[in-house]
């Protein structure tokens, strides 16, 4: 069974976004193995502490690597990728091998897709993260990718609403996943 691999760009575990990747994972069903990436410990990038790894960034590394596809998803900050999934990005973009700069990477190759809940569904974002993915050497899957707009109510409730066509569309790009992954 495929392996897709979360990864929330928020690290607020009971945020929009982690209830966005709870939906997804509901959607997929039994129809793939599906985890979420722990990158809480990952440090700010330093091009000097490479190698070796940190603990940390061998660790998500590792993860990712035996993944079958990953599966973004983020909210948008001032228009941009949130620096902490930016940071994640970097160490992922880097070559595995100390004596190739251009060597692969753990990510290298991999099927990536994108959704966001954002207060405007990350209409900035979603394009700027599937650009990023590209330059890195993934396979993105950018149809369907879906954005989910935080509701004015939600906000006071803490409670992300999914509209009939945030669901439509989520289901869309399920099976634009599983079918790339079949
Ligand atoms: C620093 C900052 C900048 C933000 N900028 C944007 C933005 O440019 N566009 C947008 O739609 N929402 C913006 N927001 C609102 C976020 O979309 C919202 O806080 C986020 O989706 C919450 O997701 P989470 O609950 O998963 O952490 C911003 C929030 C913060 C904290």
């Known amino acids: 069974m495929a392996k897709i691999l979360m990864i929330n760009g928020s690290l607020n575990a009971n945020g929009f976004n982690q209830q966005l990747l709870n939906k997804i994972k509901e959607l997929i ?9 722990d990158w809480t410990t990952v440090p700010f990038f330093i091009q000097t502490q490479e190698f070796p790894a940190p603990d940390a960034v061998a660790a998500v590394r590792q993860t990712v ?8 998803v983020t909210p948008e900050y001032n228009y941009q990728i949130p ?4 940071n994640l990005t970097d160490w992922l973009s ?10 692969e990477s753990a990510i290298h190759g991999k099927i990536t897709t994108v959704s966001a809940a954002s207060s405007d569904g990350g209409s900035h974002v979603r394009p ?9 050497r993934t396979q993105v899957i950018k149809e369907n990718a879906t954005g989910v707009a935080i509701k004015p109510a939600n906000w006071a409730t803490g ?5 009939d ?9 399920v099976e634009t996943l599983l079918a790339k992954l079949a």
């Open 159 to 163: 409670v992300l609403e999914f509209s």
């Open 65 to 72: 690597q035996a993944a079958d596809a990953i599966w973004f």
């Open 128 to 136: 700027l993260l599937e650009d990023l993915l590209a330059f890195i």
């Open 29 to 37: 069903g039994n129809r793939a193995e599906v985890s979420l990436l």
């Open 165 to 173: 066509d945030d669901i439509h569309k989520l289901n869309q790009q």
């Open 94 to 103: 880097r070559s595995l091998d100390p004596a190739n700069s251009r060597g």
């Open 83 to 86: 620096g902490g999934l930016k």
